[in-house]
């Protein structure tokens, strides 16, 4: 017993220790965005893509470099290898034969080749490649950060939206439940009839179903910010932006006017560099059919004996050197190269179709983005006059029903409406924040 209450003291002491562990951040939505580029986890693999290109390209330059290599080889023959010789050499009778074996039991063959290519035509194409390469991954990083910066205007609305639509519901709902209980003592004075209550009770069940799904979509929104932010899914998180000061900050019709430069956009940089890797791939074909030259330069030593003894002082040791070059001429592969090339051909004439199609595309998207950008900003201000125009008409509404002069069906109705007027603002501030990332990554204005 005495033990159990040691460890039930010592845990609750350290409770506090755990609770400091996990410290709430606060993010405005411009440090939400630059926090998400270091630490979201595809930005990071985007990073390290970079790095292991800078390494590729290192590699492939290596290959043209001098190659240094060196070898030991030790040899003992369990059982050496008998020759027979003509006896007539050691004075013996012609026709017959003597077993001989040739040279020690042990032997130690030490041995460095300095290999230098001279000429390789496929090397050179491997240089302009390397470049390339890296290039399509820093494309494929900016890329990634713009929609990692996409994503996080996305989850940070979806959040500033969530926490709204659960406070507005908490609102109607406090109305509301007055609301009910004038009207409920009104009919039990007898001067209401039951409907009204009823109906203001269908009401009120309607927006507590609403708030528990909102407060639930409120819970999720927060994790999937925090997984695009790069933090753990249950991370504490407080947001400092408001959803309607985001909307109007967002609001730039200048963006409308930007010139349609289809070369910032990164999926067409993408493309264009996918048909420049299209035909370095048909250069390293073509260049198959030269010939590649290399020199080497290689010295050995050799030691000899029954007995291991390679480590002694008197150990003799024979050297041997020798400088070469090697010249390898292709003359003849029944048409594999030639096949291999048209192959590399058709595969440009696709690249260079789907740049085509990606311009095109890209084109298509801007003008599609400018359109929804547009859209949105003028439905931001239809919408908040709508709203305006709900709250008067359900004031008006209550007002009458509460005089005697208005139905509760009349009331309802204009509850609902103003309770739709109040999502479509909400839905509305939302469009114009995240419409105009869209135009932005379409443009590429935010790199360029």
Do not use: C
């Not at 999926?267 to 390293?284: C, G, R, T, V, Y």
């Not at 330069?297 to 040791?317: I, K, P």
Request: glycine share 4%; proline share 2%.
């Amino acid at each position: 017993m005495k033990q159990t209450l040691i460890l039930i003291f010592s845990l609750l002491l350290g409770l506090p220790i755990f609770s400091q562990e996990i410290q709430e951040q606060s993010f405005s939505l411009q440090e939400a965005i630059d926090y998400a580029l270091e630490h979201n986890r595809s930005a990071l693999n985007a990073q390290k893509d970079i790095e292991a290109a800078e390494q590729q390209k290192w590699e492939t330059t290596a290959t043209g470099l001098p190659q240094l290599d060196a070898k030991i080889d030790y040899q003992n023959f369990i059982k050496q290898q008998v020759q027979l010789v003509p006896a007539e050499f050691f004075g013996g009778n012609q026709g017959e034969f003597l077993p001989v074996t040739f040279g020690t039991k042990q032997s130690v063959n030490a041995s460095a080749t300095l290999n230098q290519l001279l000429f390789d035509g496929s090397y050179l194409v491997g240089l302009q490649s390397a470049k390339v390469y890296l290039e399509i991954s820093e494309n494929a990083k900016e890329k990634t950060d713009l929609e990692v910066r996409r994503a996080v205007i996305n989850a940070y609305g979806n959040v500033l939206l969530s926490k709204e639509s659960v406070e507005i519901l908490n609102r109607n709902i406090q109305v509301v439940e007055e609301n009910l209980n004038e009207t409920d003592k009104i009919f039990q004075e007898g001067l209401e009839e039951q409907e009204s209550v009823e109906q203001l009770q269908i009401t009120l069940s309607g927006l507590k179903s609403n708030l528990n799904r909102s407060e639930r979509l409120e819970r999720l929104a927060y994790q999937m910010l925090n997984i695009t932010l790069g933090l753990d899914i249950n991370s504490p998180v407080t947001l400092t932006d408001d959803l309607e000061a985001l909307a109007l900050q967002n609001m730039s019709l200048d963006l409308l006017n930007v010139e349609e430069n289809v070369s910032n956009n990164i999926d067409f940089q993408i493309a264009e560099n996918d048909k420049i890797s299209k035909e370095l791939l048909l250069k390293l074909e073509k260049s198959k059919f030269l010939p590649t030259l290399n020199a080497f330069v290689n010295g050995a030593y050799m030691g000899n004996s029954n007995d291991f003894s390679f480590l002694q002082n008197d150990q003799l040791w024979y050297g041997s050197s020798l400088l070469g070059v090697s010249l390898n001429i292709p003359i003849f592969s029944s048409g594999m190269r030639s096949a291999a090339t048209q192959r590399a051909k058709i595969n440009l004439e696709k690249a260079e179709t789907d740049l085509t199609e990606t311009e095109q595309q890209i084109k298509l998207e801007i003008a599609k983005a400018k359109t929804e950008y547009q859209y949105a900003i003028e439905d931001y201000e239809i919408k908040k006059e709508n709203l305006e125009l709900a709250e008067r008409i359900e004031q008006k509404n209550q007002t009458k029903f509460f005089e005697g002069i208005g139905s509760s069906f009349d009331l309802r109705q204009a509850q609902t409406q103003l309770y739709q007027a109040q999502q479509d603002f909400l839905q509305a501030m939302l469009n114009v924040i995240n419409f105009k990332v869209d135009l932005e990554t379409a443009l590429n204005t935010i790199n360029n």
